[in-house]
């Protein structure tokens, strides 16, 4: 659920891009007189260049460390954006479960769980510091999220346009709604379960234990990416690693035009399903 993982890994493989038309943009210079083969080198570089350099850069924990915390312990530029987000979710019903740390050598995210018991319906709230190849960013996310029995994980997020870095699992639906508002998000929500009103709904138990939810999500998702051949468990057990197939899947779906063109889609995609559901 959290989009800091994803762009961490993208910031890394864009790094690898730009070094890869530098390295090409070189040979062509270097190849005056006879320049043919260092075009076709420029020309598709990133898409077989890139991977082979990225392959070692797509690795996921088995398993995060969240530290319990206070609303009090967050700083004010992230307790700005989880406190709208409470008092949006607020008259629909969410009710506060309880507010987590991940902190690494690369992002430190704060993370408020909310949750509506009576449907077993959860919402997360994230603001996160970044640091990535050399480059700081705070990004904010608000998900929506139930768990149909015989469907699967049904998520409603404001996540933005970056493609993921690998397609969903058949059984994981996740609806992206860059820039809406999380009361929004809530009521899109509803209406992608509505017409399977008869599924039975997996209790959350997020008040109780809300980082054991998020770090089950997660290994259930990274199960899903070794499933369809994008990433493998590493020797030691501790990380997915990328394959080959996951670093091109990857490196292709985050070089232009590719990028450009999900990013397009994704925005279409968005504003016609939100004018298809009513929200």
């Known amino acids: 659920m959290s989009i800091a993982r994803d762009i961490a890994i993208s910031v890394r493989v864009k790094r690898i891009l ?42 996921f924990p088995v398993g995060t460390r969240y530290d319990r915390i206070a609303l009090s312990d967050i700083p004010g530029w992230a307790r700005t954006h989880l406190d709208e987000t409470g008092e949006l979710l607020a008259p629909l019903g969410f009710s506060p479960a309880c507010v987590l740390r991940d902190a690494n050598a690369r992002w430190t995210a704060y993370i408020a769980l909310f949750e509506r018991e009576a449907d077993a319906t959860g919402a997360l709230a994230m603001s996160a510091d970044l640091v990535a190849a050399g480059q700081r960013r705070r990004i904010h996310q608000v998900d929506v999220f139930t768990n149909l029995v015989g469907m699967g994980n049904v998520t409603a997020s404001d996540s933005g346009l970056l493609p993921k870095l690998f397609p969903n699992a058949p059984t994981r639906v996740i609806e992206r709604f860059p820039g809406i508002s999380a009361a929004r998000l809530a009521h899109a929500l509803d209406a992608l379960v509505r017409p399977h009103a008869g599924a039975a709904r997996v ?17 259930d998702q990274y199960e899903e990416y070794a499933a369809a051949g994008y990433a493998r468990r590493s020797g030691d057990g501790a990380f997915y690693l990328g394959t080959w197939k996951g670093a091109f899947v990857a490196t292709w779906r985050l070089a232009p035009p590719t990028k450009q063109l999900l990013m397009a889609r994704t925005r279409r995609h968005a504003a016609a399903l939100l004018a298809r559901l009513g929200v």
Do not use: E
């Open 18 to 59: 730009v070094f890869i038309v530098v390295f090409v943009a070189t040979l062509l210079l270097l190849d005056r007189a006879n320049s043919g083969w260092a075009i076709v080198l420029a020309v598709t570089a990133p898409w077989w260049l890139g991977p082979i350099l990225a392959k070692r850069k797509i690795r």
């Open 203 to 219: 209790p959350m138990q997020l008040t109780s234990d809300g980082a054991a939810y998020l770090n089950r999500n997660a290994l």
